[in-house]
């Protein structure tokens, strides 16, 4: 049982001059994880087959530190890990935690007496009419002090437990910035290589529209064909070669984008062009229970680190309405001259106590009691939202992959028929039963159908590497920096 506000009183008076009391304010505990399924619909086996893979949801299973790695890319493995080495968001947030730990070391030593030492060497003339005829002199001293002020109510306590919830919001941030900076690459890689196959099918699709385009150039030229017909394609054309500059920009800033996860300038980065055919889809995907969820996202840990610091901050405020006794000792030796100073003449020594009790600070203690409890009501809902917002995270990645996988289905059949009409056509042109326009309108509409399938091939492997960040990243696993003390448990 916790002990209440007069065992502690007394607990005061009774061990004053021994050991510190009782710690005041409310004890941290982690709310515990909410018992709820993760998706409104139970979650199939799989998703449908798409692409020849369908993707199985493996419930509970674990994830490892280096996800990516299941993409089974020589390129973006490496990619990922001249990141970890040369990013300066990581190497910030790596440093940012290093200080909030060394305060934390600097801070407990409040818990302990301070110890002092003194030497100097003085000169002095006392005044003739106050010290008779004394004159100027040299006053040697030699002393050591301590000091400690008891930690009755756990004032000091709750403090060095605020800063350490500090540290450990911090040590999730680093965890935060590792996953995001990982997943980004990810994302980036994938987005990279789905430019440059929209933009070999773009430029197939322009040049299936220009040899259109002169084909109806030569039957208007002939008679052949209306002037409309050509003007029509002209403005066919124009409007596909309108498509390719945007992709071939979001091409150049998607590479200056992983030169910038890498930690390089754009001018320095030459690593190698990333291809969809390249990237391995991963067959098995892990999904975590929602207490594991709760444990394993750097975000909701995050929170759970600042609900822990405004439970300590009420425990602060607290004490500070509460008594303080200080306890002070000094020895040494004082002479005038350094011969005679260690001698037990020149012993010099002295205790003192002090008892401080605020009376009237008008009102200040206790609107600061208030706002840390608002603070702390703050936080827990803060810390509520949060993990909302997380399950909402992965019921909506996991929603997305079983669309995806039929998005996908939807485009490889859709791929399928146009390239069998394309085969078809062809065979026909060849017998005199197409006009060539038909070949290249059947190659358009193939190459259209290439377009949305690179997309949703794309969107697949990008929402997979959303699923791995969703569930924590399987940052426990990680040996590049140590992990908190606790496990994956704050």
């Not at 990922?80 to 200080?99: D, E, F, G, I």
């Not at 220009?210 to 030569?218: R, Y």
């Not at 996988?405 to 059949?413: G, H, R, S, V």
């Not at 056509?425 to 039963?433: F, I, P, R, S, V």
């Amino acid at each position: 049982m916790k002990p209440t506000g007069f065992h502690c009183r007394a607990a005061t008076l009774l061990l004053v001059l021994v050991l510190p009391g009782c710690a005041v304010g409310p004890d941290y505990h982690r709310p515990a994880a909410p018992k709820v399924a993760l998706t409104a619909k139970p979650l199939p086996s799989a998703t449908v087959a798409a692409g020849g893979v369908a993707q199985h949801f493996k419930p509970g299973a674990d994830i490892p530190g280096d996800w990516w790695t299941l993409y089974h890319s020589k390129a973006l493995d490496g990619l990922v890990k001249a990141a970890l080495a040369h990013n300066p968001s990581l190497a910030a947030a790596q440093a940012t935690l290093t200080q909030a730990e060394e305060t934390v070391r600097a801070d407990e030593g409040v818990l302990l007496p301070s110890l002092s030492g003194d030497l100097s060497t003085q000169r002095q003339k006392a005044s003739a009419a106050t010290a008779g005829k004394v004159g100027a002199y040299t006053l040697y001293n030699a002393s050591f002090a301590v000091s400690y002020t008891f930690d009755l109510f756990g004032g000091a306590r709750r403090a060095v437990e605020s800063v350490a919830a500090q540290a450990h919001y911090q040590r999730e941030q680093l965890e935060a910035a590792y996953l995001t900076l990982t997943t980004n690459i990810v994302t980036a890689a994938i987005h990279e290589a789905s430019l440059k196959a929209q933009i070999t099918a773009t430029r197939q699709l322009i040049a299936d529209e220009q040899q259109l385009l002169d084909i109806l150039q030569a039957q208007v030229q002939a008679g052949g064909a209306a002037p409309a017909q050509l003007l029509q394609q002209q403005a066919q054309l124009a409007q596909q070669e309108a498509t390719l500059p945007p992709l071939q920009s979001q091409e150049a800033q998607a590479r200056n984008q992983l030169a910038a996860y890498a930690g390089a300038f754009p001018g320095d980065f030459h690593m190698a062009d990333f291809a969809l055919d390249d990237l391995h889809l991963p067959e098995n995907v892990p999904v975590s229970l929602p207490s594991a969820i709760v444990a394993q996202r750097p975000d909701i840990r995050a929170a759970a680190a600042q609900l822990h610091e405004a439970s300590a901050n009420v425990g602060v405020a607290d004490a500070q309405m509460l008594p303080r006794i200080t306890l002070s000792a000094g020895i040494g030796h004082e002479a005038l001259t350094t011969g005679s100073l260690f001698t037990p003449q020149t012993l010099i020594w002295n205790l003192a106590a002090g008892l401080t009790q605020p009376l009237f600070e008008g009102g200040t203690l206790n609107a600061k009691r208030k706002a840390a409890l608002a603070a702390l009501r703050g936080a827990a809902a803060n810390y509520q939202g949060t993990v909302i917002n997380a399950f909402q995270n992965v019921a909506d990645v996991l929603a997305a992959l079983q669309y995806d996988a039929a998005e996908l289905k939807a485009a490889d059949k859709a791929r399928s028929a146009a390239a069998q009409s394309l085969k078809v056509t062809e065979a026909q042109y060849k017998l005199g039963a197409q006009p060539f326009s038909a070949v290249l309108t059947a190659e358009t509409t193939y190459q259209s159908a290439v377009l949305t399938d690179v997309k949703a091939q794309a969107t697949r492997l990008a929402d997979t590497a959303a699923l791995y960040q969703a569930l924590g990243g399987g940052w426990w696993h990680r040996h590049d920096v140590a992990v908190s003390c606790c496990g994956i448990v704050p």
